[in-house]
């Protein structure tokens, strides 16, 4: 799992370098039954949170991106 987090986070940075739109911040994945929800936590770091079709993604948005920067300051 953390291996396809990881490579999913990569793919998003290169997605946002190719079109110039700056650093990735955040990606998604939505499948019939569930999401993956990927926040860039600076470069080194990352946060993956599953959550089931129908849950709450403005909540989960931010909550996450609040966790997401928490990190970011611990691992500097």
Do not use: H, W
Not at 41 to 58: D, E, H, Q, R, S
Not at 64 to 73: E, L, M, Q
């Amino acid at each position: 799992m953390a291996a396809m987090i990881a490579t999913a986070l990569g793919l998003g940075m290169r997605i946002c370098d190719t079109f110039s739109a700056g650093d990735l911040s955040e990606t998604s994945v939505t499948g019939n039954s569930g999401q993956i929800y990927v926040y860039s936590t600076g470069p080194k770091g990352v946060l993956a949170v599953y959550a089931v079709t129908g849950a709450n993604v403005g909540l989960i948005n931010l909550e996450c991106r609040d966790a997401a920067k928490k990190i970011a300051a611990i691992f500097g």
